[in-house]
């Protein structure tokens, strides 16, 4: 909001606000005392001794508005404490955890909106008994259900966001994904609805007493003093004209209030107000229980030691519900990444290199479904990574394994602070300590994500620093755990030519500097000609060729490699020459083709083409590698016409890439 629409919604609560002041300041304020009764001073007119008069007992009526503010005001507050905390909670697990959860939850605050709220309040006092703590219950159990309908639905869009990948990945639990990144921001409306339920708790209350349910005599009450009044409207008006009026003034207060704020955003200075500031130190992993790693295929076993293999995926398949049956988007990948080095898979959009990369995490939609075997690490430090429960898959995800998502801007918290993001990292996996200690550790992860001033950057918001600055702020994240393995999604998208040749160079240096091996996901193979080590090529949810990097750019045997080096950009290229181009488009999934699924756009398509997928052959290297490229590394392509001749008619479809 502006500086003068801030001017208007605080006069639209003015009334509001001179009511608490007066309930609070009360027993300073009060000429009486408003249980005090003198009966020779009864239904006395307003007078410069009684500004508001006198009732039938001779109270003085100012002492008993002003009381009368405080009591009203203080079980509207209380009703609104409680209902708005439960009312929130509730929906936000209903909608984080979502399924049976959510639907219970849901069909619950269907039936509470759906009772008229009067009643409910009068069903609960009648077994119950009038009161004030009744009176609240009463009134909470009526309230409370708009807050979760509204808190469900704000967490139920944010549940698949990035960001809570992230979060996830980091291995953040639930308690703190829906404490600490979720109540906040399911706050913001709810608080906005809030102070328009002011006005209806307050009128509930004066109803309530009204009856003779809420709060009994000789308490000063709003409700209570209309009841008190009402035989004297004739005669003496000023009983239930003045708590009459401060009822409408507060109603009409609370509901023009409630109308600014919702017009206006909901803005993070809002959220400050009710963000929790201090969080413990991470605790120290548990230990967890050693899974047996998956055999090995007998090729791999000869070409990869146990001690040089960092991740191993054999035969990695993900399908999806399509209709009434499932869609298989991966199709029997398999590949693995050496100590000190990085792999890259390229294809184009839809061709499931992301999705390769991330399932052995457990980082896909909770409706995949994932196939095969992923072992992390090797020796006494394998963990089998199919089938593990939440808890013991955060004692790896944010630890072992890091995560560089494409889009930072959805991945980055908007209403946190990009230390906030790195220091709950940092404590997530047991860095730090105190808060300044945490804080020290943020700005050395800043330091070696290539962050220029870590401490000024870790004050500022995602959408005060570049692209680049986002994804150095995502790597520093993913360092937090000093990980041995770092997924790295599409790091360089969106980016300019000078951020992304300064982003890939980090990345090496990080390779270099900490021996950490990696996995980069990408659409373009001259991006990662600067930095890989190996490559594996996918199209339609399959591996198509694999190798040295070295071996596979400068000698590509499927058409498809050879089409997506031919679409690179070449310097001294003349002036007006047509990139060349792969017909068709892509999109076709592993299981929508008999054969091969790149044969409608191959131009060296044959019959045999279409008859089955052909498999993975290992081709002889026409140039030998050094020694530390050629570690476990074979060329193999899935072409039934291949360039180059097969070693041996054995190899076929079981080694990784």
Known sequence: MTGRAWVRTLLVAVPLILFVIAGVLAPVIAPADPSANDLASGLLPPSPEHLLGTDQLGRDQLSRMLYGARISLTVTAAVLALSLTAGTVIGAVAGYLGGWVDRAVSRVIDVVVSLPGMLVALAVIGVRGPGVENLVLALSLWSWAPYARIARARVAGMRSSPHLDALRLLGAGRGRIIGRHLLPPALAPC??????????????????????????????????????????????????YPPGIAITAVVFAGNLLGERL????????????????????????????????????????????EHDTVLRVRDLSVSYPDGGGRRRVVAGMSYEVRRGQILAIVGESGSGKTTAALAPFGLLDPDAVVTGSAVLGAGAGARQLADLSPGERRQINGRRVGVVFQDSGAVLNPLRTIGAHVDEAARNVGRGGRRAATRRVTEELLRLAGLPDPVAVAREFPHQLSGGMRQRAQIAIALAGEPELLVADEPTSALDVTVQAQLLALLARLRDELAMSMVIVSHDLAVVARLADSVAVVYGGR?????????????????????????????????????????????????????????????????????????????????????????GAAHRSACLRHSGRPATTGERGTGPC
């Open 191 to 240: 608080l906005v609805y809030a102070s328009t339920d002011v006005g209806t708790i307050v009128l509930g209350v004066a109803t309530l007493s009204f009856l003779g349910l809420g709060v009994a005599p000789p308490h000063a009450e709003w409700g209570q003093m209309l009841i008190e009044g009402r035989p004297f409207l004739a005669s003496a008006w000023w009983l239930a």
């Open 543 to 631: 591996i198509v060729e694999s190798g040295p990097l070295a071996t596979v750019i400068t000698d590509p045997d499927h058409p498809y490699t050879r089409g997506l080096l031919d679409a690179v950009p070449r310097p001294g290229t003349a002036p007006g020459t047509r990139f060349r181009t792969m017909p068709g488009r892509a999109g076709i999934g592993p299981d929508e083709a008999e054969g091969c699924g790149f044969a409608p756009r191959c131009p060296l398509v044959a019959a045999a083409c279409v008859s089955g997928p052909p498999a993975l052959e290992t081709l002889t290297l026409k140039t030998p590698l050094p020694e530390a490229s050629a570690r």
């Open 262 to 305: 919702a017009a206006g955003e909901e803005r993070p200075s809002i959220l400050r107000l009710v963000r929790p500031r201090w969080i413990r130190p991470g605790r120290a992993p548990r230990p967890v229980m050693e899974h047996p790693a998956a055999p090995t295929p007998p090729d791999a076993a000869q070409s990869s030691p």
